[in-house]
Nanobody
């Protein structure tokens, strides 16, 4: 089993910044990629960003240029730096890890609220 714990969410004004963290622990072996998703009230969960164990990253169009995903392999932690936040970024943000055998694990989420 792998445990994921997100932190760093909160309330911020539009145009502000937050940095989310997700620490992985447990039976960690050969993580393929770590990802962030988000779910706004009344909407489906959507993918935000991915970083592979090789360091390659990719972003949803809605956040590209404003969000940056990074990973500290030594700490088994993934970060999401969110700049120029907009009210439409308000959501619960979830961390996801894809293991070498394609098993996925999810964190419990952290709330991000952007006020206008």
């Amino acid at each position: 089993q792998v445990q994921l714990v997100e932190s760093g969410g909160g309330l911020v004004q539009a145009g502000g910044s937050l940095r989310l963290s997700c620490a992985a622990s447990g039976n960690i072996f050969r993580i393929n990629a770590m990802r962030w998703y988000r779910q706004a009230p009344g909407k489906q969960r959507e993918w935000v960003a991915t970083i592979t164990n090789g360091g390659s990253s990719n972003y949803a169009d809605s956040v590209r240029g404003r969000f940056t995903i990074s990973m500290d392999n030594a700490k088994n932690t993934v970060y999401l730096q969110m700049n120029s936040l907009k009210p439409e970024d308000t959501a619960v943000y979830y961390c996801n890890v894809l293991m070498w055998n394609y098993v996925e694990y999810w964190g419990r989420g952290t709330q991000v609220t952007v006020s206008s």
